[in-house]
């Protein structure tokens, strides 16, 4: 461990009470364990350098959680006036702001010394009306609030348009036939942006912000997008059409990532969190705006000089919100964060000002957020952050759940849906334009079944959402899969859609399963996994762990993308869509044995729940399925078991034979 941590120990007042002279005493009971056979004893003589390594880390996630916890107003008050003339921040208002805002920083919701501070009442008014309306913000916030989700909006039309417009290049470019060649090269044509992402396009994320600042990224990666969507709208063979898609993933990927981060750091706490979820929700709105653009421009009809005008103009159309994004992302403030990685507290002060209605308000988070920059840049841990995601227990579990979050959320089979839509309906005996205005519907139903999980991930959970949707995922494709053993025609004209004579059972409970699919997707694995992932490391190795986990799912993304055409070649319909039904089955019994639930848990409660070893848990979550019937189908009063209790109670046993 390094000298760092252990001078920074000494003088922190969160760890002082760990430093008590009476925390070497051993329980007297242990002062003849070395009477016991060496087989025992080992058993109770506790690991030092373990010890002091896992204190260490929960010392820095304890820092990090709060870096203000411990200091008393008047220290507080001398550390923010420092903080303003360190920053050239002198004028009196700054000053007086830095010193009441650093006071505020501890405990932002706590406001009974507000009179003794100094705040005026006014500023009460604002922190109060902050506590109690937390959606009333500064204009430019909602500014940056309608960007992000714009920049979402951007992603789902970039990945949908490509649904309706494969219904007519794969013919003009030779690739639409039933043969294998055909089907490997629309799936990789469809794919390129994602393994564009997942190879080179997330791993330019850190670069991009660090050269260009948030506002650069996002606008520079709104203009790859731009760019490309136009390119892709004038390409004339299989292989050009791959190479404009593969330059998309250089916007979609570091976008994918900049966006939330710039959205987290403008934003109060109070919002913080829904603003992060609802870059799923306008995701899905993209995704339906993509369909619905399918559908608008299906009836073009070609020029003398020009083939597919129809599907030049659905590639292209996702340029629009990108081109939108472009025009206004620099009357957004720079993140002040990104100002503060670079020195410009002053700058940071600035933009922060326009956040936020008073200076108070500014200086409250500038002062936390610079505290929390410095306890982040002083915490050494003696090793590679990359090599602590799988040497510390702790960091292997979270990443363990988030990468079974992450890999279920393209292998549960939505983006196949989200992709293929219009062919399967295609297949199952609808015209093109009523596959294209069907699948317009699964936008739909995406997008209004998000809107719910902002409310439902916290109440219901996310360990209880996965476990409720995976089932029933299951059996929707296979109901979906099934349908297409009904036979495709009868004898009685369709007179519900504008198609030849076909069997309206088949059509109709093909859309069903698609539908119901949705339905189910839309508040459990749609919004989890990005949830679940940005919550479940720790402070310290966080943006290492989110980068693993979107480069996951990317890449699993173009695995189903480029694999699909072929598996349905191969597994037809029905083996298809029971294929991604058997992986929901996977995913469900992956969820209950190794997924702890983090709904509402501070970061010390997280500590505890992934210090839980592995077994522990699986064996948890088996007793949970008798538990379930017996609660709930069986009607009997039973209680259900804490898990965690039980682990703190055995903890306190070991405590009792261990060093304190």
Request: neutral net charge.
């Amino acid at each position: 461990m390094s000298t760092s941590i252990e001078e920074h120990e000494k003088e922190d007042p969160i760890v002082k009470r760990q430093l008590s002279p009476n925390s070497h005493i051993e329980n007297k009971s242990l002062r003849d364990r070395d009477s016991l056979s060496p087989a025992i004893a080992s058993r109770y003589r506790p690991s030092v350098a373990l010890s002091a390594a896992e204190r260490a880390r929960r010392n820095i996630n304890a820092r990090l959680a709060n870096p203000l916890e411990g200091w008393t107003n008047e220290e507080l008050r001398r550390k923010g006036r420092a903080y303003a003339y360190q920053h050239a921040l002198a004028e009196r208002d700054d000053v007086r702001a830095l010193e009441i805002g650093a006071c505020l920083a501890r405990d932002p919701e706590d406001l009974s010394h507000a009179k003794e501070l100094g705040i005026t009442e006014e500023e009460l008014d604002v922190l109060e009306k902050e506590l109690s309306h937390r959606w009333s913000q500064p204009r430019i916030l909602y500014l940056v609030i309608v960007l992000c989700s714009v920049c979402a909006a951007v992603q789902g039309m970039d990945e949908t348009v490509v649904n309706g417009a494969q219904l007519f290049y794969a013919g003009q470019f030779g690739i639409g036939d039933d043969d294998a060649r055909s089907t490997w090269l629309v799936g990789l044509t469809n794919a390129a942006p994602y393994v564009c992402c997942a190879f080179v396009g997330c791993w330019l994320t850190t670069p991009f912000n660090d050269w260009f600042g948030r506002r650069g990224t996002i606008f520079i990666t709104c203009l790859f997008s731009a760019i490309a969507c136009l390119w892709q709208g004038f390409v004339n063979t299989w292989w050009h059409m791959f190479i404009a898609r593969f330059a998309l993933g250089f916007g979609i990927g570091p976008k994918s990532a900049t966006v939330p981060i710039y959205a987290a750091e403008c934003a109060p706490p109070a919002i913080r969190g829904a603003l992060v979820m609802q870059w799923q929700m306008w995701t899905a709105f993209g995704i339906m705006v993509g369909y619905a653009s399918d559908l608008a421009f299906y009836g073009v009809s070609d020029t003398p000089n020009i083939t597919g005008l129809n599907w030049r103009l659905m590639m292209a159309s996702a340029m629009f919100p990108a081109v939108i994004v472009c025009c206004f992302v620099f009357m957004c403030p720079e993140s002040p964060r990104w100002y503060m990685s670079k020195g410009r507290h002053a700058a940071a002060y600035e933009a922060m000002c326009t956040l936020r209605f008073n200076k108070i308000q500014a200086a409250r988070d500038l002062f936390y957020m610079a505290e929390l920059l410095k306890a982040e840049e002083n915490m050494k841990i003696g090793q590679s952050k990359i090599r602590e995601l799988w040497t510390v227990p702790r960091n292997r579990r979270a990443m363990l759940a988030s990468e079974i979050v992450m890999f279920m959320q393209q292998f549960c089979g939505v983006n196949v849906i989200a992709y293929y839509s219009s062919s399967i309906f295609s297949d199952s005996g609808f015209t093109d334009q009523s596959a294209l205005a069907a699948s317009l519907g699964f936008g739909v139903i995406n997008f209004v079944f998000a809107i719910p999980a902002v409310y439902t991930i916290d109440t219901f959970g996310r360990r209880n959402l996965l476990l409720t949707t995976f089932p029933l995922m299951s059996l929707f494709l296979l109901f979906t899969g099934f349908s297409f053993w009904i036979p495709p025609t009868d004898s009685t004209p369709n007179t519900v859609l504008d198609s030849p004579p076909g069997n309206t059972a088949r059509v109709a409970c093909i859309a069903l399963g698609i539908y119901l699919f949705g339905v189910v997707y839309s508040p459990g694995e749609g919004p989890v996994p990005f949830t679940y992932s940005a919550e479940a490391y720790p402070l310290y190795v966080r943006t290492i762990g989110m980068s693993l986990a979107t480069a996951t799912t990317w890449f699993f993304n173009a695995m189903l993308s480029i694999t699909w055409p072929s598996l349905l070649r191969a597994f037809e319909a029905q083996g298809a869509f029971g294929w991604y039904a058997g992986w929901n089955v996977v995913g469900w019994w992956a969820v209950l044995l190794f997924l702890p639930e983090t709904k509402g848990k501070t970061l010390e409660e997280l500590d505890q729940v992934f210090s839980i070893p592995t077994r522990v848990h699986a064996g948890y979550g088996l007793r949970q399925i008798p538990y379930f019937f017996n609660r709930y189908i069986f009607r009997r009063k039973v209680e259900p078991e804490d898990l965690f209790e039980r682990e703190r109670r055995h903890q306190n046993d070991l405590e009792e034979m261990h060093v304190v």
